[in-house]
């Protein structure tokens, strides 16, 4: 519009009006008309500039070079389709200094005032791919947030749910079976499925606190550690599993999340004892040595696994492997001559799974 008012005002001829017309209809075909080839605008933008500048009074009129670099710079689908469109634009003051008689254009200065906006178009778009980029990495982050909070969510529901319904049935049914016969012995077994029935709410609701921990709570509630580790072998035990534990080293240098991970983990592992080798021999062993913690659970004796178990996803093996991968452990499970082993190795460092 600049070059249009400059040509109005400056004595011309209707045919250099309507030459500077020409560029500013164009620009508004492109504008309004989609998909209209870049290559036709420029065409329609550089020569009615080039034969405008005959006489040289209308100057002005090159700033039009200077708004379609910034187009081609913008709006071309790639560099390599810019690029040579850009050059033809900056050419322009060098056709206008061949059609001038005697030649009175700046050409340098008006190649520097049509490639400044082309680099500056090409600094747009470089910075709104990055803003995609940004917002691309940001939505990909998120949904692995997500992956990873819904995985850990499965993990404690497995732990807690899955455990403590478990351990309950087992006392239930044990009840159920001495129930006529021994009353005393299928009282007891009832008390203790409600001492674990009770044991499991307060989990669940420590695990609904710590989802919750975002919604202001002041204080979060207590990971479990390995100190919590015997009172597991003596639900198990008390369950009717046969069961040893062993602790060496000082458990009590073990920092909180590996302290919660080697407490799930065990758990884990008499839960699995417990369901599938309940007449065997089990075996745990805790040891801090070396910088890592130990954690070892055999059962030697008899499996029983049913169709339905052999069928169904082992979420628990999988939480294990994802608790010990999560600290930068190692984990192994199967079979052995005698039973079924378990074994998982914790760096004790903080953080060092990061």
Known sequence: MVALVAAITQPSSPADLLLAAVPVAAFFV????????????????????????????????????????????????????????ALLAAATPVLVALVQEPAEVAVAIWVMGIAFPWA????????????????????????????????????????????????????????????????????????SAEEVGRRSMQELRRTVALLRRDEGNSVEP?????????????DARAAGLAIELRMRGDLSAIPPSVGAAAYRITQEALANAARHAPRAETSVGLELANGRVGIV????????????????????????????????????????????RVSCQLPVAEGSGR
């Open 30 to 85: 492109w504008a309004f008309v989609p998909r209209t080839p870049l290559l036709a605008l420029s065409i329609a933008v550089i020569a009615p500039v080039v034969l405008a500048q005959r006489t040289g009074e209308l100057e002005p009129v090159m700033f039009e070079a200077s708004l379609l670099a910034f187009v081609v710079g913008r709006w071309s689908p790639s560099l390599g389709s810019s690029v040579p469109l």
């Open 120 to 191: 500056i178009s090409l600094a747009f778009v470089r910075q709104e791919r990055l803003a995609e980029q940004l917002e691309e990495t940001r939505r990909q982050l998120a949904d692995q947030a997500l992956v990873a909070e819904r995985r850990e969510i499965a993990r404690d529901v497995h732990d807690f749910v899955g455990h403590g319904l478990a351990a309950v049935m087992l006392q239930v049914t044990s009840a159920r079976h001495v129930l006529r016969r021994d009353p005393v012995a299928a009282e007891e077994a009832l008390m």
């Open 222 to 234: 207590p990971l479990p550690s390995v100190a919590d580790i015997p009172s597991l072998v003596a």
């Open 297 to 340: 659970a055999e059962s030697m004796g008899p499996l029983e696994t049913s169709v339905s178990d052999r069928q169904r996803p082992r979420y628990g093996l999988i939480g294990m492997q994802e608790r010990a991968t999560a600290l930068g452990g190692a984990f192994s499970a199967g079979p052995t001559p005698s039973g079924w």
